[in-house]
Nanobody, 124 residues
Framework: QVQLVESGGGLVEAGGSLRLSCVAS????????MAWFRQAPGKEREFVAA????????NYIDSVKGRFTISRDNAKNTVYLQMNSLKPEDTAVYYC?????????????????WGQGTQVTVSS
């Protein structure tokens, strides 16, 4: 069973930056597709970014392209989400997710393992 623990959330002003981290344990990290989702109050959980096991491929939701970067360090069992030029609409709980399926999925239903989430609040 894979366990995921996120960290790095907080309160930041618009235009600022945060880096989220997600540490995995209980499985072979290098075989996992990793993703970040977010959920704002009253809204459905939304795909943000995903990265393949090797780190060679990634994709993003359009609203974060050019501002967010997903990366991973397989030696540290950690995936990161660098968030720059943050906007108030980025405010949400951010979740780390993982699975062992092929390709980069964008639907929450695909992912088998989830962290507890970390709050990101961007003030205007």
């Amino acid at each position: 069973q894979v366990q995921l623990v996120e960290s790095g959330g907080g309160l930041v002003e618009a235009g600022g930056s945060l880096r989220l981290s997600c540490v995995a344990s209980g499985g072979t990290f290098s075989s996992l597709v990793m993703a970040w989702f977010r959920q704002a109050p009253g809204k459905e959980r939304e795909f943000v970014a995903a990265i393949t096991w090797s780190g060679g491929n990634s994709n993003y939701i359009d609203s974060v392209k050019g501002r967010f970067t997903i990366s991973r360090d397989n030696a540290k069992n950690t995936v990161y989400l660098q968030m720059n030029s943050l906007k108030p609409e980025d405010t949400a709980v951010y979740y780390c997710a993982a699975d062992r399926k092929i390709g980069l999925g964008r639907t929450a239903e695909r992912y088998d393992y989830w962290g507890q989430g970390t709050q990101v609040t961007v003030s205007s």
